[in-house]
């Protein structure tokens, strides 16, 4: 299984950005997949998950409304597009996949910075 983010960079606050993940190694249209951050100095905060057939998306309150997540089966991809970013978005963002409500693999992880 490998999990490799990007997209990643330093936008002003307001602005957007698109994170994708390029996932190999499993059958990615059978698995949930989800998107968590680390800010510096803070612990691992879960931001939101897709059901597998992107019926169901999931997201955390701090998120609503402004991150929308995604994934294109064909291209066993996954994405997170961030848009009215808020300093409070700065963190690593990690994909990971999720089985039997656990998270068993993640990526390295992508750097996203806010800041004017």
């Known amino acids: 299984v490998q999990l490799v983010e990007s997209g990643g960079g330093l936008v002003q606050p307001g602005g957007s950005l698109r994170l994708s993940c390029a996932a190999s190694?499993?059958?990615?249209?059978?698995?949930?997949m989800s998107w968590v951050r680390q800010a510096p100095g803070k612990g691992l905060e879960w931001v939101s998950d897709i059901h597998n057939g992107s019926s169901n998306f999931y997201y955390t309150d701090s998120v609503k409304g402004r991150f929308t997540i995604s994934r294109d089966n064909a291209k066993n991809t996954l994405n997170l597009q961030m848009n009215s970013l808020k300093p409070e978005d700065t963190a690593l963002y990690y994909c990971?996949?999720?089985?039997?409500?656990?998270?068993?693999?993640w990526g390295k992880g992508t750097l996203v910075t806010v800041s004017s």
């Open positions: 990971a996949r999720k089985a039997f409500g656990a998270m068993d693999y």
């Open positions: 190694g499993f059958t990615f249209n059978t698995y949930y």
